[in-house]
């Protein structure tokens, strides 16, 4: 007879993954694992490398492979949003899709949980930005997302990246949304007191890729990248008197949405705060 170690996967696990070029980084399979197991949820979450332009494919084998669901993360989030049969509002207004839920027929829903996962930990810290003027750096997925749920919320926005076009796209999921240059970015922070720094400078240790000596007490500075959790900017912010706020809350609320998508349980949270060693 076969013995099948408590707690480990059977032919009856569901599955989920995540899918990226790279991947071996990703700390989304610890966030869901601790929560299927917090939840007593037969399920396991893998990470899957999948090369540049195989993203599409990768998408339209899940209902094939019997995956329950998908994380999709860089660089084939717009692929995903191609490959989907039915897209939500956020996942159609960016054209980005990080989440996708396998529909009871087979049909592949594309969502995007970013924007909704900024928000969240923005209100798990109390940062209401209703009102305020934010200026969001980089142009690209993440700063879209952010930049659009930032606008509902009732935000003015400011948009800086190194590309012209870029900048003003994004500004554009904004009303009355502004882009400018990298080099206009300390007199963009005369009128903004949250900053969301959206580039990848930084994951490797490098210097922020813009001007910081006009921070100060009055700022709020959100650096979405989560590992290192502390980057030179945060600290450059902290230096300057101003809040410094890492990506790790933004990473777990947005698992904890699509964990809700696919399993129709209400994520734990704080489980899955603390399996990132988020107090
Ligand atoms: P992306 O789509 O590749 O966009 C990256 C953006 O950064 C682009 O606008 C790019 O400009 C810009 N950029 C890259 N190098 C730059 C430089 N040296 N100077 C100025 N701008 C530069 O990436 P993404 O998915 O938006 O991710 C961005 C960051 O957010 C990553 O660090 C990622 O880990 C983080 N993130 C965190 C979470 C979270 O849950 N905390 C979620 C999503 C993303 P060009 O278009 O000109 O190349």
Redesign the pocket.
Known sequence: MTRVKRGAPTASTRVVAVIGDPVAHSLSPVIHNAAFAATGLDWVYVALPVQRGSGAEAVRSLHALGLAGLNVT?PHKEAAAEACDELTQDAAALRSVNTVVVRPDGGLVGDST?GQ?FIGALDSEGVECAGRTVLVV??????RAVTLALARRGARLIVA???PD?AAAAARLAPGGVAVT?EEIPAALREASVVVH????G?SGEPP?FDTTSLGTGHIVVD???RPVETRLLLAAREAGARGIG?LG??VH?AARSFTEWTGVDAPLDVMRKSVQLP
Do not use: C, F, K, S
């Open positions: 860089a970013d996962g980089g142009a690209g997925g993440a700063a990246a190194r590309r870029g990298m959206a580039t990848p400078v994951m890729p979405l990248i989560y990506g933004m990473l947005q």
